[in-house]
């Protein structure tokens, strides 16, 4: 198989969908596989680049694109702008109650049956909220929650500074989630400030938004 014959292994969805189907155990592991292959393949790319006798230019942007696109995977996927919430109206024709939402879930057990879809949620530790926020990168909220769980969300999360999620304090965290269109991300987690308030966790308020378009479940 070729150089370019390779991009659909690197950056194929379903590649990185099995990675977060295979349980928070294997997680870590598959995913430095997975970005273990990701650097050897852009190694070979450099390679071809700048040693090929005549180097097909549009195959390397490609490459470099999916090579782009397999990166962003692992952080999540590509979180919309604000103008891109505004302009998907994909699914706004479906009510809130078309969309998963759960309420008061481990997040050890949160990890295994939240949808991948875009949504909003809410943490929760002793009973207190720490933190609302939105998840509206292709991946959606259960690859949020596999990132908090496996404490590699922000660099933060990784040192288990007190105010994140830490090893010690994982497995007594409390989410609730609600999926929703891309395009009431915004305006769920406006809400969500209004009712539990910013949280300790919270490193910003969330933007306004007075869109009252959907409604908030959770």
């Known amino acids: 198989m070729g150089l370019f014959d390779d991009l659909l292994n690197i950056a194929g969805k379903m590649f990185f969908d099995s990675i977060i189907d295979s349980g928070v155990v294997d997680v870590d592991s598959k995913l430095e596989k997975y970005e273990q292959k990701v650097d050897a393949y852009e190694k070979k790319v450099d390679n071809y ?12 942007k490609k490459a470099r694109s999916e090579i782009a696109h397999a990166r962003n995977l692992t952080s999540g996927g590509h979180r919309s702008t604000d103008e891109e919430y505004e302009s998907n109206t994909s699914e706004c024709n479906m009510s809130p109650y078309d969309f998963q939402c759960k309420k008061n879930i481990p997040l050890n057990e949160a990890i295994s049956c939240a949808d991948n879809h875009q949504g909003v949620y809410v943490i929760y530790l002793n009973g ?15 690859w949020r929650f596999v990132q908090y769980y496996n404490l590699k969300y922000d660099k933060r999360a990784q040192q288990g500074d007190h105010w994140a999620v830490s090893e010690n304090n994982r497995d007594d965290i409390v989410v609730s989630w609600q999926c929703c269109p891309v395009s009431k991300c915004k305006e769920l987690e ?18 306004k938004c007075d869109s009252d378009s959907w409604k908030l479940l959770i």
């Open 49 to 60: 680049e700048k040693n090929a006798t005549n180097v097909d230019k549009e195959k390397v």
């Open 128 to 142: 207190c909220v720490m933190k609302c926020g939105r998840a509206a990168y292709a991946q959606g909220v259960r």
């Open 190 to 207: 406006y809400k969500l400030f209004k009712k539990y308030g910013k949280g300790p966790w919270a490193s910003r308020a969330p933007a």
